[in-house]
């Protein structure tokens, strides 16, 4: 009797199981997947998770630069730029300042003035002066531009910008700002946007030690400064609120070079890297070029025929970035270079040797998507590191970089074209609006 009651238990269970897997109307099983929807959803979304800490996570080993092949993390501009900040930017208000010639546009008589990597100072006022988002009624306004050029007093010994002078002329612009309206006074310059668009910012030297000991004025504390220097540690030059922006490359260079060699076309170049890198590393009041990094990168890869090392200047060189792989953006006296904007608008995968970097534009491009990493202390590396990519997820890196999306971005041009680099200042700023004093007024109506 209790084998049969044993027996018949079981059978009820089985016959209760199978009941559960079948349809009230004895129909026929749904599809895998109906039936298993929920499991498959929670393993998708571990996984996505899963690879997206992968991403993410600081690299340790070799093996960690590569950058993940699922790319479901990656946020597209298209999303970023025209959904959400066209919301953003609604009725967004940028007052911009006449001031006399002698602060601006008197420093154009120099062709380079408009053409050189600090020349974003330039190119930002000539696109909010044509701008639908420029307003001349100033009280309208959330933010005020001081247009000053201090990035165009080019030494005559070698040629590069001298800007010993910023100081008291963008100290000289304040003062007429302040005599003529009284909008700075208000806020004490709290939405005031300048731009210092040079090696460590607002603090005015290409020198680290004379920058922090200089600092940054005073007068320009309260304001929001656009900058090309970014760092994520503790920095004297980044002690204001600042905007990361990209350096200053040509859009009409560019074109003309994808006209000749289109993005995705052949990559003959491995690893490519034109520009300073000494031999004997020169010790300038003991500080040393690039922190030995460039050096190091000559005195193992020199004769390495996957690196195709330069240390002359070319005038047509970005005929060489649209045909390699690999651009290496190695930091010089600051940890920003133009090669990273170059490489990026070419096509080629850069390669950032800048510890602790703050880059353009973070809250929008993908930078972990259609770039690599790699700390100064693994300059030596590089070979395999680079070898190792190419072998895995190099054409999802690629694919990720060729959006021509990204490309508008990271470039500025005379007018403000949705999705470009003014368009992505305007975007940032309108993150800063609890400092329009036009916004705060209507809140307390």
């Given at each position: 009797?209790?084998?049969?009651?044993?027996?018949?238990?079981?059978?009820?269970?089985?016959?209760?199981?199978?009941?559960?897997?079948r349809?009230?109307?004895?129909?026929?099983?749904?599809?895998?997947?109906?039936?298993?929807?929920?499991?498959?959803?929670?393993?998708?979304?571990?996984?996505y998770?899963?690879?997206?800490f992968?991403?993410?996570?600081e690299?340790?080993?070799?093996?960690?630069?590569?950058?993940?092949?699922?790319?479901?993390?990656?946020?597209?501009?298209?999303?970023?730029?025209?959904?959400?900040?066209?919301?953003?930017?609604?009725?967004?208000k940028?007052?911009?300042?006449?001031?006399?010639?002698?602060?601006?546009?008197?420093?154009?008589?120099?062709e380079?003035?408009?053409?050189?990597?600090?020349?974003?100072e330039?190119?930002?006022?000539?696109?909010?002066?044509n701008?639908?988002?420029?307003?001349?009624?100033?009280?309208?306004?959330?933010?005020f531009f001081?247009?000053?050029?201090?990035?165009?007093?080019?030494?005559?010994?070698?040629?590069?910008?001298?800007?010993?002078?910023?100081?008291?002329?963008?100290?000289?612009?304040?003062?007429?700002?302040s005599s003529?309206?009284?909008?700075?006074?208000?806020?004490?310059?709290?939405?005031h946007?300048?731009?210092?668009?040079?090696?460590?910012?607002?603090?005015?030297?290409?020198?680290?030690?004379?920058?922090?000991?200089?600092?940054i004025?005073?007068?320009?504390?309260?304001?929001?400064?656009?900058?090309?220097?970014?760092?994520?540690?503790?920095?004297?030059?980044?002690?204001?609120?600042?905007?990361?922006?990209?350096?200053?490359?040509?859009?009409?260079?560019?074109?003309?070079?994808?006209?000749?060699?289109?993005?995705?076309?052949p990559?003959?170049?491995?690893?490519?890297?034109?520009?300073?890198?000494e031999?004997h590393?020169?010790?300038?009041?003991?500080?040393?070029?690039?922190?030995?990094?460039?050096?190091e990168?000559?005195?193992?890869?020199?004769?390495d025929?996957?690196?195709?090392?330069?240390?002359?200047?070319?005038v047509?060189?970005?005929?060489?970035?649209?045909?390699?792989?690999?651009?290496?953006?190695?930091?010089?006296?600051?940890?920003?270079?133009?090669?990273?904007?170059?490489s990026?608008?070419?096509?080629?995968?850069?390669?950032?040797?800048?510890?602790?970097?703050?880059?353009?534009?973070?809250?929008?491009?993908?930078?972990?998507?259609?770039?690599?990493?790699?700390?100064?202390?693994?300059?030596?590396?590089?070979?395999?590191?680079?070898?190792d990519?190419?072998?895995?997820?190099?054409?999802?890196?690629?694919?990720?970089?060729?959006?021509?999306?990204?490309?508008?971005?990271?470039?500025?041009?005379?007018?403000?074209?949705?999705g470009?680099?003014?368009?992505?200042?305007?975007?940032?700023?309108?993150?800063?609006?609890?400092?329009?004093?036009?916004?705060?007024?209507?809140?307390?109506?």
């Amino acid at each position: 009797m209790a084998e049969a009651h044993r027996i018949a238990k079981n059978r009820k269970g089985f016959y209760v199981k199978m009941k559960f897997f079948r349809t009230k109307n004895l129909k026929p099983d749904k599809p895998f997947l109906l039936r298993y929807f929920k499991w498959v959803l929670w393993f998708s979304l571990s996984f996505y998770f899963f690879a997206k800490f992968l991403n993410n996570h600081e690299p340790g080993t070799t093996s960690s630069f590569k950058t993940t092949l699922i790319n479901h993390s990656h946020r597209a501009l298209s999303e970023s730029i025209l959904s959400e900040s066209n919301g953003l930017l609604n009725d967004l208000k940028v007052y911009v300042y006449e001031l006399p010639s002698k602060y601006n546009t008197d420093w154009l008589s120099n062709e380079r003035c408009s053409n050189h990597l600090f020349a974003s100072e330039v190119a930002i006022h000539r696109a909010l002066t044509n701008s639908d988002f420029r307003t001349f009624d100033p009280t309208e306004a959330d933010f005020f531009f001081v247009p000053v050029y201090v990035s165009c007093n080019f030494s005559t010994v070698n040629g590069f910008p001298a800007i010993g002078h910023a100081r008291a002329l963008i100290s000289s612009a304040v003062e007429f700002i302040s005599s003529e309206l009284p909008f700075w006074k208000r806020s004490n310059g709290s939405d005031h946007v300048f731009v210092a668009s040079h090696d460590y910012g607002a603090c005015f030297h290409a020198m680290e030690d004379r920058a922090i000991a200089d600092g940054i004025p005073d007068f320009m504390k309260n304001s929001i400064i656009l900058q090309t220097f970014g760092v994520k540690y503790q920095h004297l030059c980044q002690t204001v609120d600042s905007i990361v922006i990209p350096p200053y490359i040509s859009p009409t260079a560019v074109k003309s070079t994808l006209s000749k060699s289109p993005i995705d076309g052949p990559r003959d170049i491995y690893t490519f890297f034109r520009g300073k890198m000494e031999v004997h590393p020169k010790n300038v009041s003991g500080r040393f070029y690039s922190k030995h990094v460039r050096t190091e990168i000559l005195r193992k890869y020199g004769t390495d025929r996957r690196f195709y090392l330069k240390r002359h200047r070319f005038v047509g060189y970005q005929s060489e970035i649209v045909r390699s792989t690999f651009c290496l953006c190695p930091l010089g006296w600051a940890p920003w270079s133009p090669r990273l904007v170059e490489s990026v608008v070419l096509g080629c995968v850069p390669v950032i040797i800048a510890d602790g970097i703050h880059l353009p534009f973070e809250s929008t491009i993908p930078w972990s998507e259609i770039s690599l990493t790699v700390k100064e202390k693994d300059v030596a590396k590089l070979g395999s590191i680079l070898d190792d990519v190419a072998k895995t997820n190099l054409s999802s890196i690629q694919r990720n970089l060729w959006d021509r999306k990204l490309r508008r971005a990271l470039m500025f041009n005379d007018d403000v074209v949705t999705g470009d680099a003014t368009w992505e200042v305007l975007v940032a700023l309108s993150m800063k609006l609890d400092r329009s004093h036009r916004r705060s007024r209507i809140s307390n109506e």
